[in-house]
């Protein structure tokens, strides 16, 4: 599984942005290291991930 590929089935299923955006901010404020893990099973780089988070942690 890619970013790629998980983002268009969320699309596929209806997710808005703004929900995905939802998603993240619980998943960072709930399991953070478990966020991280999936985050880096998607293959994101290592840089993006840490946007990914900060701007996931902001809400």
């Known amino acids: 599984m890619t970013k790629d590929k998980f983002v268009a ?3 596929a ?3 808005t942005e703004d929900q995905m ?3 993240h901010v619980e998943f ?3 399991e953070p290291k ?7 099973y998607l293959s994101i780089p290592p840089a993006e ?4 988070r900060a701007w ?3 809400g």
């Not at 478990?34 to 880096?40: D, K, S």
């Not at 991930?49 to 990914?52: D, E, F, K, N, T």
């Open 13 to 15: 299923a209806g997710i």
């Open 28 to 30: 960072e404020r709930t």
């Open 21 to 23: 955006h939802k998603l």
């Open 9 to 11: 089935i969320l699309r």
């Open 56 to 58: 996931s942690a902001k």
């Open 49 to 52: 991930i840490a946007s990914i």
């Open 34 to 40: 478990e966020h991280q893990g999936f985050l880096e």
